[in-house]
């Protein structure tokens, strides 16, 4: 649910509607107070998302951590393709010429740790 919510921010909030989530009980859950505590479950857990979304924007560092890994698409050939200017051809061409290639760490554990303090921490 802050994945969710993490978007419905990023995105502006809502202008218009809202959430469609499910909230059936299961298993043995047959009741219409499960019913009935599995729709707050549902929102409670959204509500969490909401407000721990809003934390990690307000924390920054991954918004700054996608600024950088994807900062090559503002300049060069990054921006070429964003720009629509390169083909199939050009793109393969270009790789073909590349004589030192490295490969970027995606910093997996430094995301995930980001993560964890800000939700856990």
Same mark, same amino acid.
């Given at each position: 649910?802050?994945?969710?919510?993490?978007?419905?921010?990023?995105?502006?909030?809502?202008?218009?509607?809202?959430?469609?989530?499910?909230?059936?009980?299961?298993?043995?859950?047959?009741?219409? #107070?499960?019913?009935?505590?599995?729709? !707050?479950?549902?929102?409670?857990?959204?509500?969490?998302? $909401?407000? %721990?979304?809003? /934390?990690?924007?307000?924390?920054?560092?991954?918004?700054?951590?996608?600024?950088?890994?994807?900062?090559?698409? #503002?300049?060069?050939?990054?921006?070429? !393709?964003?720009?629509?200017?390169?083909?199939?051809?050009? $793109?393969? %061409?270009?790789? /073909?010429?590349?004589?030192?290639?490295?490969?970027?760490?995606?910093?997996?554990?430094?995301?995930?740790?980001?993560?964890?303090?800000?939700?856990?921490?």
């Amino acid at each position: 649910t802050t994945a969710c919510m993490y978007e419905v921010l990023k995105a502006g909030g809502f202008t218009n509607g809202g959430l469609n989530f499910d909230a059936k009980a299961r298993r043995q859950s047959n009741t219409f #107070e499960d019913i009935f505590l599995s729709y !707050i479950a549902g929102m409670d857990s959204f509500a969490l998302g $909401l407000i %721990k979304a809003q /934390a990690i924007i307000d924390d920054g560092r991954i918004d700054e951590f996608k600024k950088e890994r994807y900062s090559s698409y #503002e300049s060069g050939i990054g921006k070429s !393709i964003i720009d629509g200017r390169e083909t199939l051809e050009s $793109l393969a %061409k270009y790789a /073909a010429d590349l004589t030192d290639v490295k490969a970027e760490s995606g910093r997996q554990e430094y995301l995930e740790n980001v993560l964890n303090d800000i939700l856990f921490g």
